[in-house]
């Protein structure tokens, strides 16, 4: 199974496009930081990952402010066919304020 969830904010964002069929696309680049433990041992993981969003979906992000965290589920794919630079596929968005 293919599944990724976390805790994020949008460190920056294209602007919103709309693909063949007119669907919005809004393509970014989160930041996630957390605590996990590993062995018994805690570690900070601290990492940015490119994401995509479409639909409805784009449109909110496109109004979520910089610096607003949320809890993001999706999956991740390959940028483009045979490519090994993947990309998380944003699904749905919940406040962490919930």
């Given at each position: 199974m293919n599944f990724l969830s976390l805790n994020a904010r949008i460190l920056n964002r294209d602007s919103i496009r709309y693909n063949y069929a007119?669907?919005?696309?809004?393509?970014m680049t989160l930041s996630s930081f957390s605590k996990v433990l590993e062995y018994n041992i805690e570690r900070n993981i601290n990492l940015t990952i490119k994401?995509?969003?479409l639909g409805t979906l784009a449109i909110s992000?496109?109004?979520?402010?910089y610096d607003k965290e949320f809890f993001a589920t999706g999956f991740l794919a390959p940028i483009y066919k045979n490519s090994v630079?993947?990309?998380?596929h944003l699904q749905?968005?919940?406040?962490s304020d919930d």
């Open positions: 007119g669907i919005p696309v809004l393509e994401a995509i969003a992000l496109d109004k979520t402010p630079i993947l990309r998380f749905k968005i919940t406040s």
